[in-house]
Nanobody, 114 residues
């Protein structure tokens, strides 16, 4: 069974940065396209960034130029570097395959507030 564990969230001021990490276990990770998703209060969960097994990247418009997704296949890890954070980025962030294949982890809370 695949387990996903997200970490790295926290409280940050607008304009600040955070680096999220996702550890995946129980799967041959390197064959899967992976994504970072987020769910803000009262909203549906949405994909914000994706990375294929070959390293191709995609981002939704509202994070382009601010967020960077990366992966380390040897460590079964996916990362999301978030810069120039805005209050609208406040959400619980999750990782999963892209498209979604596995049960969700607990997520990591990101709060952007002054």
């Amino acid at each position: 069974q695949v387990q996903l564990v997200e970490s790295g969230g926290g409280l940050v001021q607008p304009g600040g940065s955070l680096r999220l990490s996702c550890a995946a276990s129980g799967t041959i990770f390197r064959f899967n396209a992976m994504g970072w998703y987020r769910q803000a209060p009262g909203k549906q969960r949405e994909l914000v960034a994706g990375i294929t097994s070959g390293g191709s990247l995609k981002y939704v418009d509202f994070v382009k130029g601010r967020f960077t997704i990366s992966r380390d296949n040897a460590k079964n890890m996916v990362y999301l570097q978030m810069n120039s954070l805005k209050p609208d980025d406040t959400a619980v962030y999750y990782c999963n395959a892209d498209p979604v294949l596995w049960y969700w982890g607990q997520g990591t809370q990101v709060t952007v507030s002054s």
